[in-house]
Every structure is written in C-alpha cells, then in structure tokens.
C-alpha cells in the first residue's frame, strides 16, 4: 500500500500594486531599525551576540581573492596552475559572473573541491551535480 502526499507549492500571485508600501509603514521600519540599534548599544550581551553572529557570517563568506589569499597564493602562482598569465586571474578575481567550469578550476587549483548546494524552503539541501563536460 503506497501513500500519496500532497504538496502544496506556494504561487506568486502578487502585483505591483500589493507590494506597495505606505508612508506610515515606512516610518515604522526605519523607527525599529533605530530601536533595535538603541537596544544593541544598551544591552552588551546582545551587542556581543549580534556582533559574533555577523562574524561567523562573514567567515563563511569569500570572494575568489580572499581564498586564494589565505591558501597563501599568489596570482602569479595561481595563473601556473591555470595556464594563465598573473593578469588574467586578476581580472577572473574581479569578475562578477563566470562558468562553473571556470570558477570550479580556480577553487581546485588554489586546493579546495567545488560543491554547489542548492536549498528549497520545503526541503533540505540538495548537492546539485555539474558535469565536467
């Protein structure tokens, strides 16, 4: 006996017109905003908690420099490893958008293993595999 699920996948039926924000509503955000800062310089605890909060953010957070960097490489070395010159991976360092393929050279030529974790609010992460070809 097999059982069925039913899933219900939310539908974006929003319009311009529904994400309109009123004056008043703006004035309470940017009011909160102000209070939860008051709250953080009065309260060290929280300060402390918030301040640790956004370091472990930024620690798993890295651009292609900052890797490279603390593999304690340089763009020359780097630029052997590719087969490119220093001022190629520069230019890669700085780029905004790039192939996989590409990205995925950079991250095993400075040492690391690529993965790419895709997340879904109604599941848990999936690997999503990206084939070499």
């Known amino acids: 006996m097999t059982s069925s699920t039913t899933r219900n996948i939310p539908a974006d039926t929003a319009t311009v017109a529904d994400a309109t924000i009123a ?12 209070r939860f800062q008051a ?4 309260k060290p605890l929280a300060k402390a908690r918030h301040d640790a909060v956004l370091a472990e953010i930024s620690s798993r957070q890295a651009t292609l420099r900052r890797l ?17 010159d220093q001022s190629e991976v520069s230019r890669l ?20 293993e690529m993965h790419i974790v895709v997340s ?7 690997e999503l595999l990206v084939n070499d070809e």
Request: hydrophobic share 35%; net charge negative; charged share 30%.
């Open 23 to 34: 004056d008043a509503e703006w004035e309470q955000a940017g009011t909160a905003h102000d």
């Open 120 to 126: 879904y609010p109604d599941g848990g992460p999936v």
């Open 93 to 112: 360092e700085r780029r905004s958008d790039m192939l996989l393929s590409t990205l995925k050279r950079f991250v095993q030529a400075t040492g690391g």
């Open 68 to 84: 490279r960097e603390a593999r304690e490489l340089t763009q020359s070395t780097v630029g052997d490893l590719l087969d490119m």
């Open 39 to 42: 709250l953080l310089q009065t």
